[in-house]
């Protein structure tokens, strides 16, 4: 198992801003992911951050937008680069073992953001 | 592409009711299966899982059974507590991949 704790909670940040959100896992580990919750919709993946390369995006998000750094085996950031009210959404951090039916993934508490 | 659907919430029901929380999805192969659940405040937790048809996962209470003939995975539990109160995601993930869909939640409140 692991535990995660990400960092801010909730914020609240004005429009034109950039927020950077913390990721911190209790054990090493190698699949680590953001993924973004927009109100009322499903869980969507923003990438998977790689430890000592840039970051695998998902159709629909770009490292200009979406920053991702992975300085180590337990950390990482997420930034959200030049906001707009439509980046307010919770951002979930996770981290996965296994594939297929042996799947295993283990979820921050979710930054709440609210661009205003 | 893939995907999963659940039946939109919130759903309330008095405690000791029984609980049903539909869930389907579509995929191109044969995915894995899950439910988690997200507690007030927390994380999401992995509830229970099944990996391929018929097959029956189970944890607290909880059951979902694979159905591969209607693509669903429904959410049951015989008699709900308060401290079930929590939102819950279906999600499916294909063989040979990390990468897990989600469906969209549904809210469960239970009243005493």
């Known amino acids: 198992s692991a535990v995660i704790s990400q960092k801010p909670s909730r914020d609240i940040c004005q429009r034109g801003t950039s927020l950077t959100i913390q990721c911190q896992v209790d054990s090493q580990v190698t699949m680590m992911f953001w993924y973004r919750q927009q109100p009322g919709q499903s869980l969507t993946l923003i990438a998977t951050?790689?430890?000592?390369?840039?970051?695998?995006?998902e159709s629909g998000f770009v490292i200009d937008k979406f920053p991702i750094s992975r300085p180590n085996l337990t950390f990482s950031t997420l930034t959200v680069s030049n906001m707009s009210p439509e980046d307010s959404s919770i951002y979930l951090c996770s981290v996965g073992f296994g594939l297929g039916m042996n799947t295993e993934a283990f979820f921050g508490q979710g930054t709440r953001l609210t661009v205003v | 592409g893939d995907s999963v659907t659940q039946m939109e919430g919130p759903v309330t029901l008095s405690e000791e009711a029984f609980l049903t929380i539909n869930c389907t999805y579509t995929a191109t192969g044969y995915p894995s299966l899950f439910w988690y659940v997200q507690y007030p405040g927390e994380g999401l937790q992995l509830l229970l899982k099944?990996?391929?048809?018929?097959d029956k996962g189970s944890n607290k209470g909880f059951e979902a059974t694979y159905r591969k003939e209607t693509t669903s995975f429904h959410l049951e539990k015989g008699s709900v507590q308060v401290s079930d109160s929590a939102v819950y995601f279906c999600?499916?993930?294909?063989?040979?991949?990390?990468?897990?869909?989600f469906g969209s939640g549904t809210r469960l409140l239970v009243r005493p």
């Open positions: 999600a499916l993930v294909m063989d040979s991949s990390y990468k897990l869909i």
């Open positions: 099944a990996t391929k048809a018929d």
């Open positions: 951050a790689n430890q000592g390369s840039e970051a695998t995006y």
